[in-house]
């Protein structure tokens, strides 16, 4: 079992870092250095999950997770975790954005966001916050970050883990198809979506499973997504592009 380890450090060390993001009250909540990053622990998942962090950190199944590495302190004080920075990597909002990628890539991509997903819930997992900003890609690998929401099934009620299992196989459909389309999808409206989906050319098999998701009606992946990954042609994601236009994202 890998350990949590524990990093003490001083204000002034704190403040001479860069700083990642900010709170709703501009106050600063994730910093990086030297490869580091450093998030603030609103959310106590190390007091309520540290154990179950160090088992998970040496899942194979796994790898692609970032957990927590080590808790870390200020001038004493308990203030946040650590993982690793991976400088290279970017948001799946950003990284669609930004780059131009043939559609056999962007089947790669969304292949590895499955199979992880996949692996997720066989681990009776659910990341309960799954969205384009916390899947980073470098173009070619894919890493999940930001478990401050997770949901483990021996701990949690099984009424709101089973919600939030159907949540995520939906938020996991929006995210394949901000790759596919290169716009972020995640604020679309369920109504807009659901137009939409009907609007696509993708096979009505697909189209089926992505709406039955939407209304919550799924509580695990299908087995025939990948399939239905391969079955995309490229006037799919013309089509796609063209109806993303009009959404009022």
Known sequence: MSDIGIINITKDQLDNMKVKKYDDNDNPKIWVSDGILYKKDNH????????????????????????????????????????????????????????????????KIMKKIVKLLIKLNENDIVHADLNTCNIIC?????KLIDFDRIKIREYDDEAMYMWRLKEQVNYLNICLLTVLFDTNLINIMDEEYMDFINELTITDEFKRYLLSCLILNEKEISKELLNYIDSIKRRDIVKGKELVKSLQL
């Open 44 to 107: 106590n998942v190390i007091k309520r999950y540290k154990e179950d962090f160090e088992l998970f950190r040496d899942y194979k199944d796994l790898e692609k997770c970032v957990f927590p590495e080590n808790e870390f302190f200020v001038d004493g004080k308990y203030i946040g975790y650590t993982t690793p920075y991976f400088e290279d990597y970017k948001s799946l909002c950003y990284r669609m954005y930004k780059n131009k990628y043939s559609i056999n890539q962007k089947k």
């Open 138 to 142: 470098n173009g070619q690998d894919i």
